[in-house]
């Protein structure tokens, strides 16, 4: 019997203010990034204005996963 490795994946890498993320239908902005919280701004690419929003950096980097996001 012989032992397969596991499939090495690329790691996403952390999140850091002015952080640009492309997904389909959306981009994210990440203003700032702190101890726990993260700021930043989630929009359609050509909406003219964008609302700020705080959430989790754990909550953030689930989303960016699940949405399969580019950093641009």
């Not at 993260?38 to 609302?51: E, I, M, N, T």
């Amino acid at each position: 019997m012989t032992k397969n490795k596991p499939s090495s994946r690329a790691r996403q890498q952390p999140l850091e203010a002015g952080q640009l993320w492309r997904m389909p239908g959306a981009n994210l902005q990440v203003g700032m990034v702190g101890k726990l919280l993260v700021h930043y701004k989630l929009g359609k690419p050509d909406a003219v204005r964008v609302s700020n929003s705080c959430n989790g950096i754990k909550t953030i980097e689930k989303y960016l996963k699940a949405n399969k996001a580019v950093l641009v």
